[in-house]
């Protein structure tokens, strides 16, 4: 409902502007029906007269803006109240409407033609101190004259003045380059990876192997799948010394025996069975100390049934106490004069310690936790406390690299002033230093985090810690070594031979580890002999083929090929080369012939031509096609087949040493001089290889490239060098100069008024109040068109309502026609006629500020202060009665989404301040910081350092917030609403408490942070209580090789060093501007805690 509001906290409109109902008519025409039937229609229609309604006149008068003239109420004029707010500040009362836009006008900085006159409108020339600053800097000052403080600074073109300090800074840079030719490009060309004698060497021998390869071969060799080894080796020491208790064991071995005994009783899928276990699998073990170790988060069920508790722990323990612990920390800390970047660790360290036992007090005394199983709730906090101080283990390291290349630099630029300008001498010292560090401190990583554990008693980790670290400083190195030398071909070939003589033939029985050489036997049958014996009188046949003489002239089929017995070491026939004769090929062809006579013969005559013809037919298909003509294929053709094939097979092999060698050598030079089709490495080029080893490696690489490389080295950089220092020179600057208005390629204008991006728009706190003020009635506005768009929508709730509980039990439903239709467009032109008058009434409380200048409007600390003081006592006196009221959540439920504290209105004013301007406004001005003025819009200029406002068209009154500000009280006399929160920070920034719910899970994967991602190993779902063991420990500690071993840029990266110990991911923080925080709900942010940074 809408209506004017008095001030006398009175909501309720006078009855002339509320909504005045009028009964829905219903016209009903029931011609023919029963008595009955139109007796219960018009009870009905009756009935839904009385209850259903429209709305006949429906006002829609927006609530008056509290900056225009509306009715006052009885206390308008009454004393101020606390904190020097009148109650006349909120209510609304007769005055000027304000023009929003008016509100803030951005100065103009284009003074340069007024810079670079006089007064008497001549050019500006140089005075004495502009060329004393020409002659050290070779740049000069002019004061601003808009912008008291601020300067126009111009830089002078190398070519006419440099100045004294920027000319030692041109010779050090000078002499740097040409060092740099002498120690970097010269040295680069003898050693370097490219361009250099080394690199001609390399190719040349890479060279003269490629034609060695091509001629004899080179042999290729690789040691396969050496990670996947020392990850198994790594595995299995983690685990080697737990033991099961023995009464879990013996329930695993229980079990065991069971289902063998069903598999030889029983008929059932062993796959399905054993997916399914039955029987628990241990998750309790001991070590050879007697420390029990409990895996019970192994289990994924418990883990999927503890997951919801966990994340609902995580969202709740954020909330309500981040910003008031901050500020008070924050406070604290500045009282003892610390620097920035002190309060900024201990900050952080503090809140998230907090949010920690905050966390770890919920889960111990979650009652679903506790269900889960006794000592559950510890184990997931242990295992949290895990992650977190590993985490904090690897920043450590981190923070102790980064200090100590940091101390490098320095004392390099310190020591050498020169060689410190020549950047790939620098990054190579640096590179240098970090591999010395990372050889040193390569275990570091896990003596902290071990150090850390221990004070925590996480005997646990302790343990898995304490292996893993031995394994990679005691085990690894040597088993590297060993499987570096187990190398196998990068490819191989087989080729099938022939048993020609099997007496020949050595016959060896492997058994139980064991091997014995026993007599070679040949044997008709696989296992029916009887004494081991030899036949030498068995005639030896040369060609074993299906076109052989041996299948010509024999007359039962024969097997050639012989197999070996694994039952008694015999050899015997092998069933499959069975060859067929030229006798037992007519012999299956006739009684092929003859079987399908006797089919055709014996099925019954019931065709559609009958057998009396057919019969002919098929005799001569069989006899004259089948065996006339196969029978003159098999004798005629086959033997001529069977001499070709054998005589052409003795014709090669006696002629071999003639065609071998020569299709052996085109071989060879096709593959060398085309295509090498037998490259064992993929990666390398197929192509002209002859080519590519003369011509590129050995021709270009290998002979013109010294040549060039010693020439550049010993001739070029040299003399390059010697010119740079000679042509080094500087110039006078001419006594004609004066203020240029515009830049040129003499002169560019560097810093001054507008020209710089980090400053600042200054504005007054009245102007503030302003603002926010219309941001109130926005809020007003916004929730009047959600409570009046319900009422106008209410007779069409009513009359849905009517229908369904009437007609509903009868499976009737609302058809949107006749009297609904009319509800619905009455409904829609309403709403329609509400949009429009909204919407012209929230662009007269545009301020029309765009986000560039909206993100750097401030104001200074006291001001700021006022400011959200004022607008604290304005929202509590405001915001109850005219917004609240009208939302159709309570009150308890707003400020919980908001994230602050039930009737927290400063912290609301700041949100409503972040939402007008910008984040940043919550942050004061510094001394430091340049700012200029945003004023208002006036009718007279205050000076003639205004002249770049613009002409005003009307007077914006800003008095009666004026009047708002001098009555502030702050300080011991009056209410301190914000404390120390709005104090200057500076660089500091406090992220916001976070932790990852796969901290808890230690099957958890972690991404890694390193350059180089490294493999990482599954945990697959284990067979048995052993390989279940050692999928637990594996995925609770999964440590690669060595931690600060890579040379990636972060030596000691968080996924590199524990990437599966308690699912230890990084935590998740945001990162934001250090200034009023507003807490995101429901979102999960994902950045890195061993990553913080300084804006």
Sequence with gaps: ?????????????????????????????????????????????DVAEQFLYHWKTFPLVLP??????????????????????????????????????????????????????????????????????IRERGEFEVESLNFPGQVHKWLLSQLLQKGTERSRDSLLNDLALALRFIIVTAKGRLVSHFFSLYQAVRSLVTGLLKLLDIII?????????????????????????????????????????????RATTEKFEVERESSHPPVPVPYLFLTPKGVELDLRLFNRDTMRRALPALVAILERETRGWFLHFRERLISELRSQKLPDE????EVNQAVMKEYLQRVYTSILSHPDLLALGEGIPQLLVQQAQS??????????????????????????????????????????????AENHFIEECQWSAHEEALMLCTSQRLHQTVYFLNRDLTFMREREPVLLKELRKVKTPTRSFQWLTQIWFPSNWIVRRSFQGQSEVIPTVQSATATSITTPRSDPSQVVIPWCSPVSLRALLCVEPFMPDLELSQVNGTLFPRKSSLTPT?????????????????????????????????????????????????????????????????????????????????????????????????SPDPTRNRYLVILEAILWNIGIQGGIQPVLALFVAFFMCPLISVTILTASFHLVIKKRGRVPASDSFVVKRIAGPGLASNYFYQVRPEQALAAFEAKLELDELAAYQHETEQTILQPQKDFSQFVEACFGPFSAQLSKTGPYLCLQKEGQDLVSALHEKLERRRRDLQTGLGVAVRSKIKLTTLELKIAIQQAALMLERFYPLHVLQRLPINEEDYWESKGLSVHDWAGLAGLMYADIFSLDF???????????????????????????????????????????????????????LLGPVYAPRGNIQVHSPYLEVSAFNPRSKVTATNRKQEKRGGCSSPTNGQSETRQMAVCCLNLPPRALSSRSALPLPVGGLFQKFGGWKTYKRERRQYGFHIEKKNTLHTLNCCHWTKR
């Design 1 to 45: 409902m809408s209506g004017a509001r008095s001030n006398n906290n009175n909501n309720h409109p006078p009855d002339s502007l509320n909504p005045e109902r009028e009964p829905v008519k219903f016209d009903v025409h029931l011609r023919g029906a029963p008595e009955e039937v139109v007796q219960l229609v018009q009870n009905i229609k």
């Design 64 to 133: 008056p803006s509290l900056s225009s003239a509306g009715a006052t109420g009885g206390d308008t004029g009454s004393a101020q109240h606390d904190g020097g707010v009148s109650l006349s500040s909120l209510p609304r009362r007769l005055n000027k409407h304000i023009n929003l836009r008016d509100l803030f006008l951005a100065p103009s900085f284009d003074e340069l033609d007024a810079v670079a006159v006089d007064g008497k409108g001549e050019p500006r020339r140089l005075n004495g101190k502009h060329l004393e600053c």
């Design 217 to 261: 071969g080179v042999p290729s060799l690789q040691a396969h799948n050496l990670e996947t080894k020392i990850r198994e080796e790594r595995w299995q020491y983690l685990v080697a010394e737990l033991s099961e208790f023995e009464d879990s064991l013996e329930l695993l071995c229980g079990f065991v025996r069971r289902q063998l005994r």
């Design 342 to 345: 002190e309060i900024e660790r």
């Design 387 to 432: 992650v977190v101080l590993m985490h904090r283990a690897v920043e450590n390291v981190q923070k102790k690299l980064t200090k100590t290349k940091d101390s490098l630099k320095q004392r390099i630029e310190y020591m050498y002033p020169v060689f410190s300008r020549i950047r790939p001498w620098m990054r190579d010292k640096l590179r240098s």
């Design 582 to 678: 030229l006798s037992s090929r007519l012999l299956s062809l006739w009684r092929h012939i003859s079987k399908s006579r006797t089919h055709f013969e014996t099925k019954p005559d019931t065709g559609f031509i009958g057998k009396g013809f057919t019969r002919h037919l098929n005799r001569l298909w069989n006899y004259l096609v089948k065996g006339l003509l196969g029978t003159l294929c098999v004798v005629l053709i086959f033997p001529l087949v069977c001499f070709v094939a054998s005589f052409c097979s003795l014709a090669m092999a006696l002629t071999a040493f003639i065609w071998m060698p020569v299709v052996t050598l085109g071989l060879h030079l096709f593959m060398a001089l085309i295509c090498d089709l037998d």
């Design 922 to 976: 919550l942050t004061p001005l510094d001394e430091t910081d340049t700012k200029f003025r945003l004023e208002v819009r006036i009718e007279h200029f205050a000076s003639t350092k205004s002249c770049f406002f613009s002409q005003p068209h009307q007077q914006v009154d800003l008095s009666r917030y004026t009047e708002m500000v001098h009555g502030a009280e702050l300080g011991t006399g009056g209410p301190d």
